[in-house]
């Protein structure tokens, strides 16, 4: 009897919250207000938001508004598995689709993360991003379910994020191959739902890292490891990430250097494997103007750097968007990593948004 009343409230347990779920997909609508286009004088210029762990909505609308003001067309979103699908197969659409909406009417073309695995499709005391080869199915489920949502208004995702280090690989020994099998089940899935959406391997943090490494694998290396496993046929892009540290943006590329032109290494080796039209999006990237942090360079340069990455990134005609880090955080994190933003949490611009804006909208000259 207590094993039967057990189970019925269960299964009370989960109808209340799909209930609630369904529910909240159908509140009265937001206000968007008018749809928009972005001025701008560079078509490939992004930045990554953190609109993640905003609740209010008016934050989200307004954050985007600036993304706009600002000139840039390109935002760059995650959209953790883990909380849109807290339940198997029951999906809360609500947060992403405030963030979805707001981003379409502001005139942006949204690259959405994905990953981040729930605790029910990974062992207990595995890290989000854990997830073994027998569960990769289940994040092609994700895969499908968003892309079939935001087909029209979604074009292009990212299949986990920076899968050649071990912190974001579970802490497991880092693996091109099983990356590749992760990525290929993404592909097959978003390619059922929507044959249009535009999938990116990657999004490759640039190490120098050697062979054998426990914490992570060279960049370049780790790709030619994808593409040997066929990573080039399950992919119609690359994400990468272009961190300038403290060199300039036009400092040579060599493959003993991190730099902001490293980027130009990775199509070369795109090319050298027949891929060389396979376009590239640099998904996070940028400078760092902390006053102590022994990566970042000063306040003018960093801003002097960022237009001037922005610029070269129109020269390039294999890179099809550069997104830098981080537009926004919706809190201070209280650490270097407040520095590498454009607009602060209180969305006061900083000096580096104000002289975006005049680039993008033409003031300064190129």
Known sequence: MRKIVHLSLIAIIFALTGLLLTRSASLPPFDLGPQQSVTTVNPEMGVHTRLTDEVEAWKIKYTLQMVREMGAPWVVEYFPWAYREKFPGIFDWSHSDLVVQNANRQGLTIIARLGYAPEWARPANSTPSFLAAEDYERFGDYVAAFVERYRGQVDYIIVWNEPN??????????DPAAYTQLLSVAYRRAKEANPQVQVLGGALA??????????????????????????????????????????PPDDPPAPDVVNFR????????????????MPIHITEGGWNDH????????PG????YTIQAYQMAQEWPWLESISLWAFRYPWPAKTYLDYFTFVTPDFIPKPIYEEVQRYAHGEIDK
Do not use: C, S
């Open 165 to 174: 280090l071990a912190l974001e690989w579970g802490f497991q020994p880092v």
């Open 206 to 247: 640039p190490t120098l890292a050697p062979p054998g490494d426990e914490f992570a694998l060279n960049d370049l290396d780790y790709l030619q490891g994808m593409l040997d496993a066929g990573a080039g046929d399950a992919m119609d892009g690359l994400a990468v990430h272009a961190y300038g540290w403290v060199y």
């Open 301 to 304: 340069q960093r801003i002097e």
């Open 291 to 298: 006053p102590r942090w022994t990566r970042a360079v000063k």
């Open 262 to 277: 490293r980027t130009e290494l990775v199509h070369q080796l795109l090319q050298e494997n027949g891929y060389g039209d």
